[in-house]
């Protein structure tokens, strides 16, 4: 964009306190004024992604296509129940027994 020419996009003062507001930030009016110029470049940056034709383009979601690694896809019991509950100070009934904690 040409630093000469308007703002595609601008953001004024009381989006900025809005948003400060909303991230919980404490910002002075010399922050805002400098803020408010900085988020509305970002989105003259953003509003230039438009003008990019991406017909035919696949979305990706890494740089480098690769295939992830699945296991098998296999409903089990774990079968590892005596041995989890061996570890437990208390049992009942293939249960953890815990402290009641809830009238």
Known sequence: MDP??????SVDRATVHRI???????????????LETEISG???????????????????????????????????????ADDILKNAPAVDDHYFVVPKIVE
């Open 4 to 9: 000469g020419k308007g703002s595609l996009m």
């Open 42 to 80: 970002i989105l003259d940056w953003v509003a230039q992604l438009d003008e990019i034709d991406t017909k035919g383009v696949e979305p990706m979601t890494r740089v480098v296509a690769m295939t992830m690694k699945q296991r098998k896809d296999e409903v089990t019991d774990g079968g590892y």
């Open 20 to 34: 400060a507001r909303l991230a919980r930030i404490a910002i002075t009016e010399d922050e805002a004024a400098r």
